[in-house]
Each structure stands twice: as structure tokens, then as C-alpha cells.
């Protein structure tokens, strides 16, 4: 049995940046980090576009628009202190219809509410910026960058361990029980006992919360997000970050153009329903997950309502000409032999019972444990916030004892 002060499931970036923050408290908490893969950030906080979002997308006063723009300092200030490659290149929104400019004018509106440094530019000043992007319109975000998150998780690992604290992989919780004031966390390397246990377990947050009692009212149906990269014969196309206007109907922000920090190009990602929570193969199935959504009413109202849009996600997935359509309405000389498949990341998406995705991050807590059940994009950016967030909440739970 070890003994911390506090358990953290999951060694994803919030989990890590959870551990990270309660090692600097004062007095600092000794904090053992649970993680069931061999090593850290293998699936969300490793298979994303690497973004640092600037904030503009998120409801004003939301938990997103919040942690967003404080987190996003934090994690640039991590990154030019620790030496991690990241870069504030700015990026582009672009309005390519008719129809798309009075949502950009929105989206613009937002900007301004949330505080992000944004311009709306004509067609002129956005050839100068991006002189291979089309639009009508576009918004202009100074402020946004990308970064390396996985690289952020295993120095955040150096630090962590430094501080005293633990990371433990290959150690998949299997159950977790109280005991007087105590809470045991049952895993594969052993039990890990802590006065408070943080929950930070991704695509698995849900079933992690029902481990401790807890009936979390939405649950995480899992949506891939395949991309392709850009061959460097294709790459010049592409200066820094080009978005499309987002539907706003959904969290997702949309194929996208990224220019990584190791300088290549992906575009991506689409948002298909998973067929496992880490089914990360097209055709790749997990019959439990499978099971679990196509029974779930939230998922059938969800599919019902989105039939159409659904239909064209699958299309594009199965259908790389229609990706490349979708990429051409943004970079027009883009053609389809310039892309050759890349990774698929998973997002974990929480959706309520009447078919609604949850759009902010959700936090629970109940007397056993602090539960992140909805962490979605902007969470890597946010990280260190959200992290300090919960450290807060514990510190003020554990003096409550
Ligand atoms: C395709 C895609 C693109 C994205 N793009 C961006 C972006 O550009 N910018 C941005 O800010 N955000 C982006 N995001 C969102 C961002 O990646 C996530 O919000 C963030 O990584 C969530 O981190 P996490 O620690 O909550 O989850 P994860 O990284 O998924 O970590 C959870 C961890 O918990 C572990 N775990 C699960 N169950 C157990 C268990 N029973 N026992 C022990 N361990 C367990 C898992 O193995 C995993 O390591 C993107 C996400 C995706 C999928």
C-alpha cells in the first residue's frame, strides 16, 4: 500500500498538470499519479493538434472562455521556462460562403467579450497572412499558437517526481473504496491510499466516477478525429493555423490546417462517433463501448437529431476525396496526393440523456472524490488552470475534514 495525500487517476495533461499544481502548495501535497498505459499522454493528451487556443470560440463567463485565457499564459510561461518548443504564430478563421460572414461577425462578437485579441480582415490582408487561404472574410488571432502537449506531460513527469510526488504507470484503477477518512484506489501495481482522490480519467472519467458511488448524469460517448499530414512537397501552402467558420451546433471546431511545432502540416480532424473509446482504427471495435452508445438514449436522440451531419462525417472518413473538398474550401490548390494519412485522436465528449453535448467543462465533487467528467478542446491549453482549480478545491476540502 502506498500513502499520498492524494490520488490522481489518469496521466493525461489535466491530471499531470492536477499533480503539478498540488506539489506546489503550501505546505506542498504529496500526490501519487495512476495511469494505466506504460507511459503518459496516449490518448487525448497525445493525439490532438497540438493548439493553443486564443479563446475566442467560448461562451462568455463559461469555464472554457475562463481557464482558456488564464491557462493559455500558464502553459506558454511552462513552456519558455522549461525550454519546450511552442511558438504564438497566430492563426485564421476564414469565412469562405456568403453565408459564413455573419457567423464570423458572431464569432468576432465573442472575441471581444472574452477579451482575445482579434481582427476581422478582408481578402487582402489575409493573402498577405496566409497567400494560399481563400475567404471571403476572416478573423485574425494573434495570440494563438501551438505547442508540443506531449512533450509538456513528460516534463511535467521530471517535475512532478522531483516535488516528492509519484507517477505510476501500467496502473489501471479497478476499484476504489473509503476507509474512515481514507480513500483506497485499487490498481494493478497495488493500492494507493489518499485523504482525496481526483478523477481525471479522460475517456474513462464516467466509469471511474461510478467506481466511488457516483452516477454521473451525462456520459462519455467517444468521437474520433482522424488527419492527414501534408506532404513537404505541399507544405509551403500552409504559413501557421487556418480555420474554418465553426457550426455552431456542435463543440467541434472543424478540418482545420496546423503548422506543428516540428514544422509539418496536418489537417484534421473530422468528429465521427468512435466505435470504441479507443478504437483509434477506422474500423476498429470495442463491442462493450459500441454496445453502451448504440443503447444510450442521449446517443440515439443525438443521432436522430444529427442524422444528416453524421451521414457526412462517416462520407468524409470513409471517402478522401470528400476530406479533400472540405480542405480545398479552405486552401483551394490542395489536392488529394498531397495528403497521406497521420494519427487519430479520440475525443471524450460528455452528452446528456436528452441527446445534448455537454459544451463546458464539467467538474462534480462528492464526499469521495473530485471527478472531471467533461474536459474537452481547450483542455490542454487550459491545463494548468484547470489543475490549480482543482488543487484549490482540494486544499479547502482537505481543511473541511
Ligand atoms: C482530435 C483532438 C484534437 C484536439 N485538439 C486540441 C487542441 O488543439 N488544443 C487543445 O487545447 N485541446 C485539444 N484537444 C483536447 C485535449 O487534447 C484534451 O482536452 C486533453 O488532452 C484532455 O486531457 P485529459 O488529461 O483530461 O485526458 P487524457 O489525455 O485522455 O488522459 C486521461 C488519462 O487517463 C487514463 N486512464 C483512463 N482510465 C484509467 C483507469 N481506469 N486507470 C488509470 N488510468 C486511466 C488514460 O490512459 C489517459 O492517459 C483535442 C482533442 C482531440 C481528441
Not at 506504460?38 to 493528451?45: E, G, M, N, P, R
Amino acid at each position: 500500500m502506498q500513502s499520498v495525500d492524494i490520488v490522481v487517476i489518469g496521466g493525461g495533461i489535466v491530471g499531470l498538470a492536477t499533480a503539478y499544481q498540488l506539489g506546489k502548495r503550501e505546505p506542498a501535497l504529496r500526490v501519487g499519479v495512476v495511469e494505466k498505459e506504460a507511459a503518459v499522454a496516449q490518448h487525448q493528451s497525445g493525439r490532438n493538434s497540438g493548439v493553443l487556443h486564443s479563446g475566442i470560440y467560448y461562451k462568455p463567463g463559461s469555464l472554457k472562455a475562463e481557464n482558456c485565457r488564464e491557462g493559455r499564459r500558464a502553459m506558454i510561461d511552462f513552456c519558455a521556462a522549461e525550454g519546450l518548443p511552442h511558438s504564438i504564430c497566430g492563426k485564421v478563421i476564414v469565412a469562405t460562403r456568403d453565408s459564413e460572414v455573419i457567423a464570423l461577425e458572431h464569432l468576432y462578437d465573442r472575441a471581444l467579450a472574452n477579451g482575445v485579441d482579434a481582427r476581422v480582415i478582408d481578402a487582402v490582408e489575409l493573402a498577405d497572412l496566409e497567400p494560399h487561404a481563400a475567404g471571403l472574410r476572416a478573423i485574425h488571432l494573434p495570440e494563438a499558437g501551438v505547442a508540443d502537449f506531449r512533450a509538456v506531460c513528460e516534463r511535467l513527469v521530471e517535475r512532478i517526481r522531483e516535488q516528492g510526488s509519484l507517477v505510476v504507470t501500467r496502473a489501471e484503477v479497478l476499484g476504489i473504496t473509503s476507509r474512515r477518512d481514507r480513500m483506497v484506489v485499487h490498481t494493478r501495481q497495488g493500492d494507493f491510499e489518499g485523504r482525496d482522490v481526483a478523477n481525471c480519467a479522460g475517456l474513462y472519467s464516467d466509469r471511474v466516477a461510478a467506481m466511488t458511488g457516483e452516477r454521473p448524469e451525462a456520459r462519455i460517448v467517444p468521437f474520433r478525429g482522424e488527419y492527414f499530414a501534408l506532404r513537404e512537397s505541399a507544405s509551403h501552402l500552409v504559413r501557421h493555423l487556418i480555420y474554418p467558420v465553426p457550426d455552431p451546433r456542435f463543440p467541434f471546431l472543424g478540418v482545420h490546417f496546423t503548422r506543428l511545432v516540428d514544422g509539418k502540416v496536418e489537417c484534421g480532424p473530422n468528429a465521427v462517433a468512435a466505435l470504441g473509446r479507443e478504437a483509434y482504427g477506422k474500423v476498429e471495435v470495442t463491442p462493450r463501448d459500441l454496445f453502451e452508445s448504440i443503447t444510450y438514449r442521449g446517443f440515439l436522440r443525438f443521432a436522430a437529431r444529427h442524422a444528416r451531419v453524421g451521414a457526412g462525417e462517416v462520407w468524409r472518413s470513409m471517402n478522401k476525396g470528400a476530406f479533400v473538398s472540405a480542405l480545398q474550401r479552405l486552401v483551394p490548390q490542395v489536392g488529394s496526393q498531397d495528403l497521406i494519412p497521420a494519427r487519430a485522436g479520440i475525443r471524450a465528449q460528455a452528452m446528456l440523456p436528452d441527446g445534448t453535448l455537454v459544451d463546458d467543462f464539467l467538474i462534480s465533487e462528492t464526499r469521495l472524490a473530485m471527478h472531471v467528467l467533461n474536459a474537452p478542446s481547450p483542455a490542454a491549453t487550459s491545463a494548468f488552470n484547470i489543475g490549480r482549480t482543482l488543487a484549490e478545491r482540494i486544499e479547502e476540502r482537505l481543511a473541511d475534514c
